[in-house]
């Protein structure tokens, strides 16, 4: 085949992560089914499949597969962590202008106190103890109340909420975190966690299903 002038048959694979430049080589090229794996936000194109009767060489191809902003690459890195005050501090102040802060009511919360509260908690440790004698027998209870606060007066966030677009193409998700303050250690430890991660991709996933058919069915 080297050495003739043209091909045997036409060969080719076009790889994007941009839903629009998949878009235009599909319909450029006429292809008719499209095969999305919504669980790794991938799609594809075989243009000379064929049909079970008559398959073709599966040669010329289309790949889709959308890559993750790096404001999402950051949630997902941070998500389930656990972290130093300086570092939880310093994480909200990189991305302070896409998060919103809330306390454990609901109400919204300054950013700059919210992220000096962070930077400013201590730890109290109450420590009760019960004893009890009889004739026969002694009982003693202890009880030790560890309790984080913020010296802001405001108190610490409850919630945090990213604003974000995980994917080029894809539209904008609100992710909420909730914030926990490990006690246990000799520094206060501080560790976000995505709510509802599962339901937040497969919402991403039915949406990037959606478009796709959308921008396919133009096309046609």
Known sequence: EEFQKHRYHYKALFKTSLISAFAKYVCDEGGETCFIDKEEMAAGVIFDLGTPEHPGHAKHKAILKLEKTELYKSCLSINGKEHYQKEMAEFFEDY???????DSEGNNMDVVKAITAIRNITIESKAKSDHQA???RGARSAMEEVEAKANNGGGLPAKIVMSCDPYN???QYEIPFRLSVITSHEKPILKLRIV???KIVDDMA????AILQEVLSEID
């Open 96 to 102: 302070r202008d896409y998060l919103s802060f809330m």
């Open 134 to 136: 009889a004739d026969f």
């Open 169 to 171: 193409g894809l539209g």
């Open 196 to 198: 509802r991660l599962e």
């Open 206 to 209: 039915e949406e990037f299903e």
